[in-house]
């Protein structure tokens, strides 16, 4: 015969309670990693997904298997490939009064030709800032007139008009996070060919959208448009092909000058890494603000999208104050300013299972700005080692070989070295990060310096 007192039961609970997540997240993954979905999807716009917990570190789980975990977490997720594009094809977004006051975002949706094997390639037409009804209703006649099928469709309208005539602002933000993660769902769109392209505002939207979001898209094609290279950094456009077509004469808001301005940068970097960069500017002679749209899509179909790249350039910028803190395989775990508060600009390659990073602040120089609207012209950027900074590398195996140890260096000192284990939490995390099909990493590492 033994005896049990209660205080040998309160130590037995209590070792079993602080167990019991550990416990619980080795004989169901599949419950944790549904849980942490739906904490991120339940998470405030523009929140970037926060580390699994720590329960998942060593439980598996395969990418399959997540990844429908992550699919079923959607019960309401758009679809743009139920049907033809037609004027009875609508749907509509509300976007957040915090965002934009009043705010609900109608478009047109569907496809047209035969579906792919491998799925419909996916265009976003972003329209003019003429009166919207009258611009949305042409998105939806030129989105059936070029000739880019077989194809899948969306054609918004600008919720307001006025200040909010915008297509990069934060309210549009927002759409766009649930219009990629709609797209990168539907079993029906190939998740490597999806393209943004638009017309005069739509032009200048889509240019700052491409460079924000170049990881997601084959392709950008702005037209009719010219953003000073500040808000739309050509740096970002290593794996994105982008056309930027304005008529020669178009000279309001220096719309030719900098279009000219873009295509000498983007010159520029694809002499520097040859085979990458791949571009398309154009300035049609004799031509105002009015141009032959119908050559941008066909040109765009024909680029894929390379999800894991060996290299990439990466300018962290902010749209209307919110910033993407993740690009490729990267996540911005920590990011520390300079004291001016300037942008951060990463690079990245990987060599066999060697990987380098290079941190480094980026300021602007205007050396030439419009006296009038202030437009800047011309600027040149100065660079200057970021003395700290904290990110997660996810990897996969068509990024090193997960059988030897991966080195890790930034700005020329190593900060990492050893083999890395997969997990169900760096794949569930990848998963939350880019809601991509395409990239989902079972391996992550942090790179502190």
């Not at 926060?50 to 395969?62: F, R, Y």
């Not at 957040?96 to 705010?103: I, Q, S, V």
């Amino acid at each position: 015969m033994f005896e049990i007192n209660d205080t040998y039961i309160m130590k037995k609970t209590s070792l079993l309670l602080a167990l019991f997540p550990l416990l619980a997240a080795a004989q169901s993954p599949s419950v944790a990693i549904k849980d942490y979905f739906k904490k991120v999807i339940s998470a405030p716009a523009g929140t970037l997904a926060p580390a699994p917990d720590v329960t998942l570190q060593t439980a598996q789980i395969s990418a399959d298997k997540a990844w429908t975990l992550w699919q079923e977490s959607f019960t309401e997720a758009s679809c743009y490939t139920k049907q033809a594009i037609s004027a009875d094809s609508q749907g509509a977004y509300e976007i957040p009064e915090n965002l934009e006051p009043n705010a609900r975002m109608p478009y047109y949706y569907g496809t047209k030709g035969e579906q792919p094997a491998e799925g419909y390639p996916f265009f976003l037409y972003l329209h003019g800032s003429g009166p919207k009804a009258n611009e949305w209703a042409t998105g939806l006649k030129l989105a059936n007139y070029f000739k880019d099928g077989p194809s899948a469709y969306l054609v918004p309208q600008i919720p307001n008009e006025g200040e909010y005539y915008r297509w990069w602002q934060r309210g549009k933000q927002y759409v766009w996070q649930h219009v990629l993660r709609s797209a990168l769902l539907d079993k029906n769109i190939n998740p490597l060919r999806l393209y943004f392209f638009g017309i005069s505002e739509g032009g200048y939207g889509s240019q700052r959208l491409a460079s924000f979001y170049a990881d997601y898209l084959a392709g950008a094609g702005p037209m009719a448009g010219g953003e000073p290279l500040q808000n739309a950094p050509a740096e970002n456009l290593m794996h994105t092909a982008f056309s930027l077509r304005t008529g020669e004469l178009d000279r309001a808001f220096y719309r030719d000058i900098l279009t000219r301005r873009t295509g000498a940068a983007l010159d520029t970097l694809a002499a520097h890494f040859p085979g990458y960069y791949r571009h398309w500017i154009h300035l049609p002679e004799g031509r105002g603000h009015s141009i032959d749209y119908a050559p941008t899509t066909p040109w765009l179909a024909g680029h894929v999208r390379n999800a894991a790249p060996q290299v990439f350039r990466w300018e962290n910028f902010e749209m209307d104050g919110w910033k993407r803190n993740a690009f490729y395989n990267l996540k911005v775990v920590e990011e520390v300013a300079d004291s001016a508060g300037n942008r951060t600009f990463y690079t990245y390659e990987t060599r066999k299972n060697e990987i380098y990073i290079t941190a480094d602040h980026v300021a602007y120089e205007i050396t030439i700005r419009d006296p009038g609207m202030g437009i800047p012209l011309s600027q040149v950027k100065h660079y200057s080692p970021s003395a700290h900074g904290k990110l997660r590398i996810f990897l996969d195996e068509r990024l090193f070989n997960p059988k030897r140890a991966v080195t890790v260096f930034v700005n020329g000192k190593q900060v990492f070295k050893g083999k890395l284990q997969p997990s169900a939490a760096a794949l569930a995390e990848s998963i939350a990060t880019f809601a991509d099909p395409c990239r989902r990493f079972s391996y992550a590492v942090d790179a502190e310096w």
